[in-house]
């Protein structure tokens, strides 16, 4: 079935740690993204990318980064330098000239 | 930039009655989309409704419909009949057709449909 695979679904790390979170979709999308969720509140787009090899920041991009090295993956590295990186990630994926994103079931990620 | 507001942070509903929920946006373009996302507790995003900008006709899928004003800048969802698995949090969400087809989503309603 196509769709969007997001891992881990939870993930612990300690304070000052960098991880990295996977996005991959088998949809042919050409557009991908990021967003957080934070408890009781809205997303918000962390980073965004069009094409293979070029992203955007989002409104929060500070303290993350992104790569897109191949058109079916997008990876987020959450780094040492993102204050308060407890949240709910959701990757997100749309077709050239759709209008419609599809999600992935999301990755919990805790920082003790 | 765009903005988007949800003003009722949560509601409740008996079942099987009926259940609108409000949206407000703010932009300068004219030519874009509106969106109604379901959260349930999984978490995972699910699309609700999709209004095109352009149509003045109100979107409708089955017991969801909307009342989109476009000159009040302002795009409610209606929930008919409501059933206890529409119990979860709905967001509104705004799509510039011109800007990297990124969703920007209001703080979201957390909706309890009571039996």
């Known amino acids: 079935d196509g769709g969007i695979t997001q891992s881990p679904k939870y993930l612990f790390r300690k304070e000052g740690q960098n991880v990295t979170l996977s996005c991959e979709q088998n949809l042919n999308h050409d557009a991908m993204y990021w967003y957080r969720q934070d408890p009781g509140q809205g997303l918000r787009l962390i980073y965004y990318?069009?094409?293979?090899?070029?992203?955007q920041k989002g409104d929060i991009a500070e303290g993350y980064s992104v790569s897109r090295e191949k058109k079916e993956s997008f990876p987020l590295t959450v780094t040492s330098a993102q204050k308060n990186p407890t949240a709910f990630y959701l990757c997100?994926?749309?077709?050239?000239?759709?209008?419609?994103?599809?999600f992935g079931a999301g990755s919990r990620l805790t920082v003790l | 930039a765009q903005t988007v507001t949800q003003s009722q942070p949560e509601m409740s509903v008996q079942e099987a009655e009926t259940v609108t929920l409000s949206c407000t946006y703010d932009t300068s373009e004219n030519n874009y989309y509106l969106f109604w996302y379901k959260q349930p507790p999984s978490r995972q995003m699910i699309l609700v409704i999709r209004q095109e900008a352009y149509k003045q006709q109100n979107a409708t899928e089955n017991r969801f419909s909307v009342n989109f004003q476009k000159a009040a800048k302002s795009f409610s969802l209606k929930i008919s009949d409501s059933q206890l698995g529409d119990t979860a949090m709905y967001f509104c969400?705004?799509?510039?057709?011109?800007?990297?087809?990124?969703?920007?989503f209001g703080g979201g309603t957390r909706l309890m449909v009571k039996p």
């Open positions: 990318s069009q094409i293979v090899n070029d992203f």
């Open positions: 997100a994926s749309i077709p050239r000239g759709a209008n419609v994103l599809t």
């Open positions: 969400a705004f799509m510039d057709n011109n800007a990297g087809n990124m969703l920007t």
